[in-house]
């Protein structure tokens, strides 16, 4: 599974920003987009990998109390893409974002810090 992100940039603080994720599935087991649970997670140097919003194969969405009400993810599984709107964005934004993606058989199992496949990340910068 081949992720690559885009969309990451330097902004004020207050400002948005749309990152999107393209994925393509070379495996020899053909899953359609549905049966990935799909994700973004952030990581800075010396920081813990934080999760934040994940969508299940159910379409069930989780958001990480830090990102709740000014981030929103979506998933168009006919283009094989993931999209994450960031708004209200702050300084403590600024991180390295990743997508993440996983087949997962059943709902329940969408913890994105778990995921198996993630691409080379996107560059968010938010100055104050």
């Known amino acids: 599974l081949h992720l690559v992100e885009s969309g990451g940039g330097s902004v004020q603080a207050g400002g948005s920003l749309r990152l999107s994720c393209a994925a393509s599935d070379d495996t020899i087991y053909d899953y359609s987009m549905s049966d990935y649970c799909m994700g973004w997670f952030r990581q800075s140097p010396g920081v813990r990998r934080e999760g934040l919003p994940s969508i299940d194969i159910d379409g069930a969405t989780v958001y990480a109390d830090s990102v709740k009400g000014r981030f929103t993810i979506s998933k168009d599984n006919t283009k094989g893409t993931l999209s994450l709107l960031l708004n209200s964005l702050k300084p403590e934004d600024t991180a390295m974002y990743y997508c993440?993606?996983?087949?997962?058989?059943?709902?329940?199992?969408?913890?994105?810090?778990?995921?198996?496949?993630w691409g080379q990340g996107t560059q968010v910068t938010v100055s104050s």
């Open positions: 993440a993606a996983e087949y997962r058989s059943r709902a329940g199992l969408c913890d994105v810090v778990k995921l198996g496949y």
